[in-house]
């Protein structure tokens, strides 16, 4: 299992968030770091996480534990379990988890209005430019795998960022 998520940091609509935004998606057993971009770093960790459980339930980021470090300028986050780590660029934030050790990501800029389509295409073009004839289905949950391999990936767009997390085996 994987998990990712991006926040693009220069969205029109992103709006800094204050600590009182904080205590809305804050779980009483969270342990974070002070930093500038805290609100997104843990909503990101967090929808990863959930994304990483593969769960048909809604989004409840209060309902999500996270432990958050930061050691020589890396961020990692842990919850119940799944591992993962924050990439933060002054463009976006980008959180993966799960099976890291056997798992990778991409990201793409959005190319058009329809991000939710758009995402999809540019995942499946960027294995068709490996000479890889892929197509995201759906598993029995609804969420999205790549036929005709059955392998579970994870999708995230935001602004003008998508990235996807997928199996290396799938190269």
């Not at 805290?38 to 409840?60: V, Y």
Request: glycine share 6%; aromatic share 10%.
């Amino acid at each position: 299992m994987i998990g990712i998520d991006i926040v693009d940091l220069k969205d029109p609509s992103f709006k800094e968030r204050s600590e009182r935004s904080l205590d809305l998606i804050k779980n009483e057993n969270d342990s974070i770091i002070e930093h500038p971009r805290l609100f997104w770093i843990l909503w990101s960790a967090k929808e990863a996480i959930f994304k990483c459980k593969r769960e048909p339930l809604n989004f409840a980021p209060k309902k999500i534990p996270v432990l958050i470090k930061e050691e020589n300028g890396h961020v990692t986050f842990q919850s119940e379990g799944i591992k993962g780590k924050v990439e933060i660029t002054d463009e976006f934030i980008l959180s993966i988890c799960g099976d890291l050790e056997n798992s990778t990501y991409e990201t793409f800029e959005k190319p058009n209005q329809n991000w939710s389509e758009g995402i999809r295409f540019l995942v499946i073009e960027f294995f068709r430019e490996k000479n890889l004839d892929y197509h995201i289905g759906s598993d029995e949950l609804n969420l999205p795998v790549i036929e005709p391999a059955k392998k579970e990936i994870s999708i995230s767009h935001h602004g003008r960022y998508g990235a996807v997390a997928f199996p290396k085996s799938l190269l």
